[in-house]
């Protein structure tokens, strides 16, 4: 079965930077992106960037530009997504996603269990 | 960047209920919007894609429809586990944008 399976809770000072990994298992990693996306407590969900694992491609959604980084290992099948220059407001839940087309429609259908990140001093 | 616009941002209903929630893009995005169900303290599910296509395993008392700038999902007859949050989204040229979501909640 699909899963993918996210690292622990982080707690972080302002300025600092924080990697979250995303280990998949299941089906082929390379076959499909990772989404990475963002909630933060009581908020909606805010999409950051999607990866290709084949070729590393990335993109980045323009809210985080030159902060976000995203990477991969495929000999381990696990993506990663580094955020840079800590701020309290970077404090949520973060997700990885399987990305899929459906139909045409990008989207992803099977999601991490999330990894909590505090921003604090 | 295409902004996504849920009403309403809460809505209150009994079980049985047939519920409709509206979403609308800024600007066209022909059929290229998925929905989502969130529970607390649990990730995302997808219900719904390319606007009214049901996703594998979720119950056909949930709808949507739309094109362009406006779509809808309807559930037919609310269930105790429809209680939750929903999200739609948008993916333009991989660029994603979600709603600032719905709240079912038991009335």
């Known amino acids: 079965q699909v899963q993918l399976v996210q690292s622990g809770a982080e707690v972080k000072k302002p300025g600092a930077s924080v990697k979250v990994s995303c280990k998949a298992s299941?089906?082929?990693?390379?076959?499909?992106?990772v989404n990475w996306v963002r909630q933060a407590t009581g908020q909606g969900l805010e999409w950051m960037g999607w990866?290709?694992?084949?070729?590393?491609?990335?993109g980045y959604a323009q809210t985080f530009q030159g902060r976000v980084t995203m990477t991969r290992n495929t000999s381990i099948s696990t993506a990663y997504m580094q955020l840079s220059s800590l701020r309290s407001e970077d404090t949520a839940v973060y997700y990885c996603?399987?990305?899929?087309?459906?139909?045409?429609?990008?989207?992803?259908?099977?999601w991490g269990q999330g990894t909590l990140v505090t921003v604090s001093s | 960047d295409i902004q996504m616009t849920q009403s309403p941002s809460t809505l209150s209903a009994s079980v049985g209920d047939r519920v409709t929630i509206t979403c609308r893009a800024s600007?066209?995005?022909?059929?290229?919007l998925a929905w989502y169900q969130q529970k607390p303290g649990k990730a995302p599910k997808l219900l719904i894609y390319k606007a009214s296509s049901l996703e594998s395993g979720v119950p056909s008392r949930f709808s949507g429809s739309g094109s362009g700038t406006e779509f809808t999902l309807t559930i037919s007859s609310l269930q105790p586990d429809d209680f939750a949050t929903y999200y739609c989204q948008q993916c333009n040229s991989y660029s994603w944008t979600f709603g600032q979501g719905t709240k079912v909640e038991i009335k």
């Open positions: 600007q066209s995005i022909s059929s290229w």
């Open positions: 996603a399987r990305g899929v087309d459906k139909g045409g429609t990008k989207t992803s259908d099977y």
């Open positions: 990866m290709n694992p084949n070729s590393g491609n990335t």
């Open positions: 299941g089906y082929t990693f390379t076959s499909y992106d």
